[in-house]
């Protein structure tokens, strides 16, 4: 039976007509306990879902839909080592990344534990003896550099998770992150380094990706030209394609490996977040592990009425299938997490921008919402208009990290108003005093969805819950939608568009094949090239 034909979702439909036309005002006057009975805690976070357009009638026929949708044996399957990329015949197995030692996890026939703490323990005496400044360049001196060089999956988490563990950083290492073809990134990472000291992490599964390969050519060519005479020193790769990185002159000693089943935007937790470890120290990424797995663990075994990453992927589908939602925004009250939208921007959109489902069918609704934000309170200057008074339905994801250190509370406590405001204005609005509020353009409609995730300090264990629960809500949205969330068919097409244009403005030449608005592009960049 098609998703939209099941009785669960019709009777959404009828729901949804039935309850649009009640503010959450009054759902709130009506019901004072509405904020405690609908949050949820969890090891330290605190999850506020009472500001959303539902009542228990709204979740009860959400949790049947995921009955209908078979989400617990989904979510069995998750575990179990399934099939569950389809299109790649994989298991998707990031959360055995987090396992602790001895779980048995099987892909297939193979036993993965140990050989992913064999590679944890090879990371670990790296990672250590980079600390101590053991690793050393080609001219004898220490490295006290770190290039990452790799693109989405390879790129953001590892990013985002540096950067937001700044305040646990052990070590004088100087990190860099280059992602973009764009040369100003690599050459403003390059600028400042010393090519004595400096070592490129080059971050690939795939060891295919055509930015990160050319990246590390400039590497290389940048070490060369200023006289290094042992590149191979000054590389490590992390890639699922080991031949290929032996290949490209990497010494077998210098790789480490994860694994085909594990997705680039699930990979931080491999030694993709090689970066982390050296900035933060070993046991600061095992704990960043042990948070992810503390939510692996809650969304295995708790019931779908008390399961967060459960609730959450559902009101998602709520609004999105419902209301009709096209975007849901994230704004972190917390700076540590300013790459958080760019990262669940690769992590949803391109696990979930699926219009095939998992029979080889088009689906019939919509998927993926378009993620988007940035963090509190410079959202209140420069979008929040549009979420107040716009036209469009936004669910929005607040953010609230609870960080008391004294030397702060100035900005702290203003931080956090705003951010509690926020969601009080979006709900309540004030169209409930229209009397006073004149003229119209003053009146805001409220009635607006929020969530409030509150924590306290952002430590590594919270981080890597806070990382899991937004993986395991895309899962549990494409377990409705019955879509592959692993693979990403969509980005081939312009990668091979982009290998052929490549070749014809290597050889000052269009083809004759391309619609007349790409050969005028190509057109007008070659005469760029030939008038200079
Ligand atoms: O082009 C999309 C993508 O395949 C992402 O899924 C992935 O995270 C990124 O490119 C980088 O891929 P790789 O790690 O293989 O270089």
Excluded at 48 to 55: C, E, F, G, L
Excluded at 354 to 377: F, H
Excluded at 444 to 460: A, E, F, H, R, V
Excluded at 475 to 488: E, G, H, L, M, R
Aim: hydrophobic share 40%; with cysteine; net charge negative.
């Amino acid at each position: 039976m098609r998703l939209t034909d099941t009785p669960a979702w019709r009777k959404l439909q009828q729901h949804q007509k039935d309850i649009s036309g009640i503010h959450m005002r009054d759902m709130f006057a009506a019901d004072p306990d509405r904020a405690n009975r609908l949050s949820i805690e969890l090891d330290g976070i605190y999850i506020d879902y009472s500001k959303h357009r539902i009542t228990a009638e709204t979740l009860d026929l959400l949790f049947s839909l995921a009955d209908q949708a078979d989400l617990k044996n989904r979510i069995d399957a998750l575990f179990n080592g399934s099939l569950l990329n389809r299109s790649e015949q994989r298991p998707a197995l990031h959360t055995a990344l987090r396992s602790p030692a001895g779980t048995a996890i099987k892909a297939g026939n193979t036993d993965i534990s140990r050989p992913i703490h064999d590679e944890l323990s090879r990371m670990e005496q790296f990672v250590n003896r980079l600390r101590a400044g053991e690793i050393k360049g080609y001219s004898g001196k220490s490295i006290n550099t770190l290039i990452n060089i790799g693109i989405g999956g390879s790129d953001l988490g590892p990013r985002l998770a540096y950067d937001a563990l700044k305040d646990f950083k052990t070590s004088s290492l100087s990190v860099h992150f280059v992602a973009n073809i764009d040369a100003r990134e690599i050459n403003a990472a390059l600028s400042g380094s010393d090519p004595e000291t400096t070592v490129f992490m080059v971050s690939s599964k795939s060891f295919s990706t055509e930015e990160t390969l050319t990246n590390a050519k400039t590497a290389r060519q940048w070490l060369l030209e200023r006289g290094c005479n042992e590149p191979e020193k000054h590389f490590i790769a992390v890639t699922a394609n080991i031949t290929a990185a032996e290949n490209s002159g990497m010494p077998s000693e210098n790789i480490f490996k994860i694994w085909d089943w594990t997705g680039g935007r699930y990979s931080v937790w491999s030694a993709i977040g090689l970066p982390v470890a050296a900035s933060t120290g070993m046991d600061n990424f095992y704990q960043f592990l042990a948070g992810a797995h503390c939510m692996d663990e809650h969304l295995h075994t708790r019931p779908l009425a008390k399961n967060i990453p459960v609730i959450l992927g559902l009101l998602d589908i709520w609004y999105i299938n419902f209301f009709n939602a096209k975007t849901l925004a994230v704004i972190p009250y917390d700076q540590s997490l300013h790459y958080l939208p760019g990262y669940l921007s690769q992590l949803i959109m391109e696990s979930n921008g699926k219009y095939i489902d998992q029979d080889n069918q088009p689906v019939d609704y919509n998927t993926s919402a378009v993620i988007w934000g940035n963090v509190g309170t410079n959202a209140q200057h420069a979008f929040m208009q549009f979420l107040h008074q716009g036209t469009h339905l936004t669910p929005v994801d607040f953010l609230l990290g609870m960080n008391h250190s004294e030397d702060q509370k100035a900005h702290q406590d203003i931080l956090v108003a705003n951010c509690i405001a926020q969601g009080e204005a979006l709900m309540a609005g004030n169209s409930h005093m229209l009397s006073e509020i004149k003229p119209d353009y003053k009146i805001i409609p409220g009635n607006k969805p929020s969530t409030t995730i509150m924590y306290g300090q952002l430590t590594p264990y919270t981080l890597g819950m806070l990382l899991a629960m937004y993986e395991h809500r895309t899962f549990v949205q494409a377990s409705i939608w019955n879509i592959n969330p692993f693979d990403q068919w969509g980005v081939e097409l312009s990668k091979k568009i982009s290998a052929s244009i490549i070749d014809e403005l290597d050889g000052h030449k269009t083809n004759s094949t391309h619609d007349s608005s790409t050969s005028n592009l190509i057109k007008r960049y070659l005469k760029s090239i030939d008038s200079k």
